[in-house]
């Protein structure tokens, strides 16, 4: 079997870190298959639709390391939508309804008053063509419904095992609305079939709506495919993604310094019996991508952890991709430079202070003259090396009072500014002899 999977956005905003997650698993699993991938362009919502939102969306996949091998648009595919629905109504498996929204909420309250489930009463069923006729006259368009077989659906969930829904007590589902826009639940059955998706992995909101669409693959003729259904993810403190990070998208993480990797390795562990932990890149992740360490518990999803791991992210990234990437923000760096700061970075961008530091002008923070003197005193006479640093805080311990943490502190923000950063041993040598002496006289430089 040739496996192919399709990631369907909307075009209706940008891509949020839930959405990425979904888009992530699919590329992983299909990838770990040797599969095929679809990116399907769910825009039949022309009000809403809008092409910076779409290229805002592939330039975020490609970001996080996902491709695709195919396109689609589902605003190019309504004859497919029509023809389907012509099909289900010449079988008897859709019907004419024209209740409004306000008639269907009071029919709901009423069921609900009265004790009985709010499942649609199939009054459309019962209209015949003096009912239709009427109803044009009228000037209403009828919404279609497909209708559902009061039976038992069941499938082998990819993610949460043994599915089963007794289709009693679902409503027969809208699929084409009045204005003749097709529902998701027809569009995405109708697509799948015609693009042959093997597999479809999707959020745990779905469940109901898969049951329905088993039998809506069936009516049309179609092979209903591998199902799973991941859990949603939620934040930190156990709150629905969307109420505490709903604003949380990929263009807004990207733009704060995390590394797409660091998300990636993230969304790509949250929720499953793995670790979380940093990855070089998505080929590894592939490798080491398993469906079936997914689990049906909430996924959290914790932004203090892009910190942690976006550090090892850096540790991870090689010399020539830091180089590329800081000259793009006019840092001009060599092998020897990054191998000092890398350890040091949060983010990528933070390589700023660390060349201001070693190449640029700082203002040295003087808290303890005293031993500054002594330190200028011994400063070594010899060119510096790596070892310099050493020997210098061994004369000035051994010939004076100061020692330890507040000789080293002190000595670090005289040179640099900060108390802290990457190992002086290695700082000294490209900060050069003049400007630390410089530095270390109060001078800005």
Same mark, same amino acid.
């Given at each position: ?37 679809l ?10 639709s ?24 589902? %605003? ?58 009427? =109803? ?22 990819m ?36 693009h ?15 049951a ?7 009516? @049309?003729?179609g092979?209903?495919p591998? @199902?799973?259904? @991941?859990?949603?993810?939620?934040g ?13 998208n ?12 660091? @998300?990636?390795?993230?969304l ?10 940093? =990855? ?6 592939i ?13 959290? =999803? ?16 090689? =010399? ?10 006019g ?20 390589a700023r ?17 005293n031993?500054i ?8 006479e ?5 070892t ?6 061994? %004369? ?18 005289a ?31």
């Amino acid at each position: 079997m040739t496996v192919k999977l399709r990631f369907a956005p909307s075009p209706t905003g940008k891509l949020h870190v839930g959405n990425a997650r979904t888009a992530l698993v699919n590329y992983l699993f299909c990838k770990s298959k040797n599969g095929e991938m679809l990116l399907r362009i769910d825009d039949t919502d022309q009000e809403r639709s809008k092409p910076e939102y779409e290229k805002s969306i592939k330039e975020d996949l490609n970001w996080l390391g996902i491709f695709w091998e195919k396109t689609d648009r589902q %605003s190019s595919r309504l004859k497919n939508y029509n023809d389907a629905l012509q099909h289900l109504f010449d079988i008897g498996r859709a019907y004419r309804c024209y209740e409004t929204q306000e008639e269907l909420s009071l029919k709901r309250k009423a069921q609900l008053m009265s004790g009985n489930p709010p499942v649609y009463d199939r009054q459309g069923l019962s209209l015949v063509d003096n009912d239709h006729q009427k =109803f044009q006259k009228e000037g209403r368009l009828p919404h279609w419904r497909f209708k559902l077989i009061h039976e038992e659906v069941s499938w082998i969930d990819m993610v949460r095992g043994n599915c089963t829904y007794d289709m009693k007590s679902l409503s027969d589902p809208v699929i084409m609305r009045e204005d003749g826009r097709p529902i998701y639940t027809l569009a995405s059955v109708v697509d799948d079939i015609d693009h042959n998706i093997s597999h479809i992995i999707r959020g745990e909101d779905h469940v109901t709506n898969s049951a329905a669409q088993i039998q809506l693959f069936k009516a @049309l003729g179609g092979k209903v495919p591998e @199902l799973g259904h @991941l859990s949603l993810l939620a934040g930190s403190e156990g709150e629905g993604l969307s109420k505490r990070l709903g604003s949380l998208n990929l263009g807004e993480l990207k733009q704060e310094g995390f590394e797409s990797i660091t @998300l990636s390795s993230l969304l790509a562990k949250i929720g499953t019996s793995d670790p979380i932990k940093a =990855f070089i890149n998505t080929d590894e992740l592939i490798k080491d991508f398993d469906l079936s360490k997914f689990s049906r518990n909430t996924a959290k =999803f914790d932004s203090n952890d892009l910190y942690i791991m976006n550090k090892k992210s850096i540790q991870f990234m090689e =010399f020539k991709e830091a180089k590329s990437r800081l000259t793009e923000i006019g840092l001009d760096i060599n092998e020897e430079f990054w191998r000092t700061i890398s350890g040091n970075l949060n983010k990528l961008n933070e390589a700023r202070i660390w060349w201001d530091v070693v190449y640029g002008e700082i203002d040295p923070i003087i808290d303890n003259s005293n031993l500054i003197e002594k330190a200028i005193e011994f400063f070594p006479e010899n060119n510096l090396d790596n070892t310099s640093w050493g020997s210098w805080c061994k %004369s000035i311990s051994g010939n004076t009072d100061y020692k330890g943490r507040d000789l080293f502190i002190s000595l670090r923000k005289a040179i640099t500014g900060f108390e802290f950063g990457p190992e002086l041993s290695n700082l000294l040598p490209l900060i050069g002899k003049d400007k630390i002496l410089s530095r270390m006289s109060g001078k800005k430089s």
